[in-house]
């Protein structure tokens, strides 16, 4: 519902907007993604600083049948490519959006393609622990641990140095990762669009407006001011 101050200025009473990532941390464009929706969510908060934003994110494994220790990375990207020639130039696609929103991916450190549940798993489950704990932080250190620095985000090991320097409870996540390592690995409640999602990053913004790709963040803001009814700002 929409009102108007005592000075006639235009107020929405709902001013809120949901913003749904769906994203899977072996995927380059869903760091793109990221970073590329983070710069929109600060770009909108300028021109309707009365919206409050809330993102949500869900994951979504691309290689779920990857084996709980990974692959080589360098030889699973050539056999899915065909050759050393095409992954090179599908690489400098990618290093080409990720300039652009300010990444630097070393493909050359990364040497495991892992199965991310165990990454996806952690931070469904300290959110689900952890009163208010915002995941964004935890996931783009996830992200770039994995592309910028080469780490197996599939060794418990790993997420648990990444856990502790995000700030989980060592006690806690240490017992999280024991459970994980014996394979009890807790169920992760799908986002009211999954079955809708065939490729990642993909977002929906107020259950309604979907974007499927890595999109600049202009493209994502336009979305998010259409979203809100906004025509003035677009």
Not at 53 to 74: C, E, F, I, N, T
Not at 169 to 176: G, I, K, P, S, V
Request: with cysteine; proline share 6%.
């Amino acid at each position: 519902m929409n009102g108007t101050t005592k000075q006639g200025t235009p107020v929405n009473r709902n001013a809120s907007l949901t913003v749904d990532v769906h994203f899977d941390f072996v995927c380059p464009w869903c760091l793109i993604g990221k970073r590329n929706l983070d710069a929109a969510v600060n770009r909108f908060a300028t021109l309707r600083p009365d919206v409050t934003v809330k993102v949500r994110w869900h994951s979504h494994q691309l290689l779920p049948d990857m084996p709980a220790g990974g692959v080589p990375y360098q030889a699973f990207y050539v056999n899915r490519l065909g050759s050393p020639g095409a992954v090179a130039a599908r690489r400098a696609q990618v290093q080409e959006a990720a300039h652009a929103a300010g990444v630097q991916l070393a493909f050359d450190r990364i040497e495991v393609m892992p199965n991310t549940r165990a990454a996806h798993d952690l931070v469904s489950w300290a959110v689900a622990t952890g009163a208010g704990f915002s995941p964004a932080p935890l996931i783009d250190r996830l992200f770039t641990g994995y592309f910028m620095d080469g780490e197996d985000i599939g060794d418990p090991d790993v997420l648990e140095r990444i856990g502790l320097a995000c700030g989980l409870d060592a006690a806690e996540l240490a017992e999280h990762l024991a459970a994980a390592r014996r394979g009890d690995s807790m169920a992760r409640p799908d986002s009211p669009q999954a079955d809708s999602v065939s490729g990642v990053p993909h977002f929906v913004i107020n259950s309604a407006l979907s974007l499927s790709g890595a999109y600049s963040p202009g493209a994502i803001v336009d979305a998010m001011l259409r979203s809100t009814g906004d025509q003035e700002n677009r």
